[in-house]
């Protein structure tokens, strides 16, 4: 079965310090991979995502992803993270090809201490 | 625009009790879907709907949880008796190209419904 490995389940980081969360996905056809983000009491929402082109995704907030196919990996980072971005982050897997389940890992919680 | 709504936010309920969760998706979007997450887990899809047809059950517990979609636009989640390993956040998300389709993937969620069984 498929499966969405996200490496770190809490990271506890200083202000501008540098952020790297690592997402490693079992499927080896075509697919689509995102990053999600929910802060504190809000809902989860888009952060990034990559469909097709360009490994190297650009998100809001500063945010970035590259796309390693042959290490079927998809991690998040930022050169300096802020007191804001303390949330969860869940890395997901679009496999549109076998039936489009969108599968999440299970999440790396980021705390930025000010 | 507005964003899916979901009600209620907040359940509390004695095991053996029946719930139901709504969700009412952003206009327009016809695809939908019923996420369970649990503590410090990502979601997991329950049930994805294209219009009114359920195209992904295959995760929903049939035995106890049912899900309409009547009309293609609001849609229902019920559990029916609740046990207390219901206990979770029931998340529903919307998203204007269905995940199985190339595209696909980028999803709109609610706040969620917390559930508790006691």
């Known amino acids: ?114 | 625009e507005a964003g899916v709504v979901q009600s209620p936010r907040y359940k509390i309920i004695e095991k053996k009790q029946p719930v139901a969760f709504w969700c009412n998706p952003i206009s327009g979007h016809n695809t939908l879907y019923w996420y369970l997450q649990n503590l410090g887990q990502g979601p997991e899809l329950l049930i994805r709907y294209e219009n009114e047809e359920a195209v992904d059950d295959s995760q929903l517990p049939k035995d106890r949880f049912s899900a309409e979609r009547l009309k293609g636009v609001d849609s229902t989640l019920k559990i029916q008796p609740a046990e207390l390993g219901d206990s979770a956040v029931y998340l529903c998300a919307s998203s204007p190209v269905a995940s199985g389709r190339a595209g696909g993937g980028e999803l709109f969620f609610g706040e969620g419904s917390r559930l508790t069984v006691l």
Do not use: M
């Open chain 1, 1 to 114: 079965a498929q499966s969405v490995s996200q490496h770190n389940h809490h990271v506890i980081l200083s202000e501008a310090a540098s952020l790297e969360l690592g997402c490693n996905y079992s499927y080896g056809g075509t697919v689509n991979l995102f990053w999600y983000v929910q802060y504190p009491g809000q809902h989860l929402q888009l952060l990034l995502k990559y469909f097709s082109g360009d490994p190297l995704v650009k998100g809001i907030k500063g945010f970035e992803a590259e796309f390693i196919k042959s290490k079927f990996s998809f991690n998040l980072r930022k050169p300096s993270v802020q007191w804001s971005d303390t949330a969860e982050y869940f890395c997901a897997v679009n496999n549109y090809n076998q039936g489009g389940k969108l599968i999440f890992g299970q999440g790396t919680e980021l705390s930025v201490k000010p």
